[in-house]
């Protein structure tokens, strides 16, 4: 529907299969996990290669440290991320480390999308909602209590 061509993913996982069997249109696609979750991110890297989808994907375990940001902790993935994504999909890290689920790489503006997706994190959505009214971002949320989703997109 938005016609996005580079994805962002935090949390590689049956969404991760989902998503590269079901989108054709993207140019780039990482789904990323943290090196603590090395064993759900193999698991991901297999079924994807058997599956023998042709497609531009990277999956992708690194390191991760905790960094403070606003007085809070967050995660901060030690990777190359472009600055700009048309999607981020966030659905991980799936437990919090050190007492959190913030990403630390997108709270500080290193990594921007038109859109963001969040599987629950709602800690995470109230925050990118902070940043987004500091920086007179316009953007509209619309979200789902049943589905427990959440869909920010920026103008």
Not at 23 to 44: A, G, K, M, Q, R
Not at 110 to 132: T, W
Request: charged share 20%; glycine share 4%; with cysteine.
């Amino acid at each position: 529907e938005y016609n996005c061509k580079t994805f962002l993913e935090f949390g590689s996982g049956r969404s991760t299969i989902f998503f590269l069997k079901n989108l054709n249109n993207f140019s780039e696609f990482i789904s990323i996990n943290p090196n603590t979750e090395i064993i759900f991110t193999d698991i991901v890297r297999e079924k994807y290669q058997s599956l023998n989808i042709k497609k531009n994907c990277k999956i992708i375990s690194t390191d991760t440290k905790i960094s403070n940001i606003s007085s809070k902790n967050a995660i901060n993935f030690n990777y190359p991320f472009s600055n700009k994504y048309d999607l981020i999909y966030i659905d991980g890290p799936s437990k919090k480390m050190n007492g959190s689920d913030l990403i630390y790489n997108i709270l500080t503006g290193s990594i921007q999308s038109k859109i963001f997706f969040f599987d629950g994190r709602h800690d995470m959505v109230n925050e990118v909602v902070k940043i987004l009214k500091r920086n007179n971002i316009l953007y509209n949320l619309n979200n789902s209590v049943l589905l427990n989703y959440t869909v920010i997109k920026t103008k």
